[in-house]
Nanobody
């Protein structure tokens, strides 16, 4: 089993930056992608970003150019640097592990999920 613990969420104003972290434990080696999703009130959970073990990155169009995903394999940690935050970025952000991308649809599927961390951006 894999356990994921997110941190770094909080309150921000539009234009601010936040950095989310997710520490992975339970299995010491992963050959899969890790990623971030988010869910705003009343909306479905949506893909934000993903990163493979070889550090290839994928982003949702809504965050491209503003968010950066990175990972430290030695520390079993994935990060999400969020710059130029907007009120529409307000959501619970979830870390995910053991992800596989469908090469036909481009859709990501992950097996393990964290509990989430709240990010609130005011205008």
């Amino acid at each position: 089993q894999v356990q994921l613990v997110e941190s770094g969420g909080g309150l921000a104003q539009a234009g601010d930056s936040l950095r989310l972290s997710c520490i992975r434990s339970g299995r010491t080696f992963s050959t899969y992608a890790m990623g971030w999703f988010r869910q705003a009130p009343g909306k479905e959970r949506e893909f934000v970003a993903a990163i493979t073990t070889s550090h290839s990155t994928y982003y949702a169009d809504s965050v491209k150019g503003r968010f950066t995903i990175s990972r430290d394999n030695a520390k079993n940690t994935v990060y999400l640097q969020m710059n130029s935050l907007k009120p529409e970025d307000t959501a619970v952000y979830y870390c995910a592990d053991e992800g596989v991308r469908n090469v036909v649809t481009g859709r990501w599927v992950f097996d393990f999920w964290g509990q989430g961390t709240q990010v609130t951006v005011s205008s």
